[in-house]
């Protein structure tokens, strides 16, 4: 698989829109996603303003299925860590994947965009795990509105080394769109729909575009009904390999759960919620330092 998925060089004076997939090997979803778009715009011609690029993230984690090789390539992004890796005599694999991505992306750093976007491409190990990470800042933004998905607006503040937060700096709207269930089809569906709705509200193609394979925003609306609009973190459960942790079967995202609930086990005993909230990432698979969060919704004048 090449780095780059595709890239659409349209009207001069639009914006720059990234759509990153495969920064966690295992989450190839996001990769299936824009190839469908990238192809739609090429063979029903549709005209682009700006640019538009199609990037896959982890090129050797993608190969073998794995979250990552070496290290976790959505934890590592900090001046500090990407200087030591252009440093480095001797590289790992993630080395070798965060010099490329971070040469290829931070190239337009200085061009002359109204809007340079990076939209990064996740899904979960759980059901319901369709959300949208971003910047409390920019939980107002039109791209996030138009998405229609719950919006979580204080993970980054729990999450060190992110490519969204290091973007930011950039001058990058930069969010994480999270489609579902790692290897559903739903996962694809929904990125997609997401996908056309981003190119639309950020510029890129315009709103009336007339194509009967475009139903983005109505399926968007079905992919998250009955989930909250805005939650932020209450509790966050980190871990290490050696917990030996496990999560109880069952849970999926934004899940009600009580506080002394049991949740999960670890070599320690019981690991029961220390909150009542609802369930937020319960980790079900073999890698991740994260083993659950628990979150709660909040009203729109919470956000703003």
Known sequence: MKRVLGVVEGKHGGPLNILLGGLHGNEVAGIKAINEVLHAIHI???????????????????????????????????????????????????????????????????????????ID?????????????????????????????????????????????????????????????????????LHVAGIWEILKASGAIDQDVDSSFIHSSKKLAEYSKDLPGFVKVKYHHKITEADGFTMEQGYRNFQPVKQGELVATDIYGPVRAPVSGLMFLPLYQTSGDDGFFIVEEISIAEVT
């Open 121 to 189: 491409l996740h899904t979960t190990s759980s059901e319901k795990g369709n959300f949208i990470v971003v910047p409390q800042s920019e939980a107002g933004n039109a791209m996030v509105k138009r998405l229609q998905q719950p919006v979580v607006i204080d993970l980054d503040l729990h999450l060190s080394g992110t490519l969204l937060k290091y973007l930011q700096q950039y001058g990058f709207l930069a969010m994480a769109f999270e489609g579902g269930l790692i290897g559903s089809s739903e996962a694809i569906d």
């Open 44 to 118: 029903h011609r549709i005209p682009v303003n700006g640019t538009l690029i199609g990037l896959a993230g982890n090129l050797q984690a993608i190969a073998r299925n794995r979250r990552f090789i070496d290290y976790d390539l959505n934890r590592c992004w900090t001046e500090e860590f990407v200087r030591q890796v252009y440093n480095k005599d001797h590289t790992l694999a993630e080395d070798i994947e965060l010099r490329a991505l971070h040469q290829t992306i931070l190239e337009f750093k200085d061009h002359d965009y109204p809007v340079k976007t990076l």
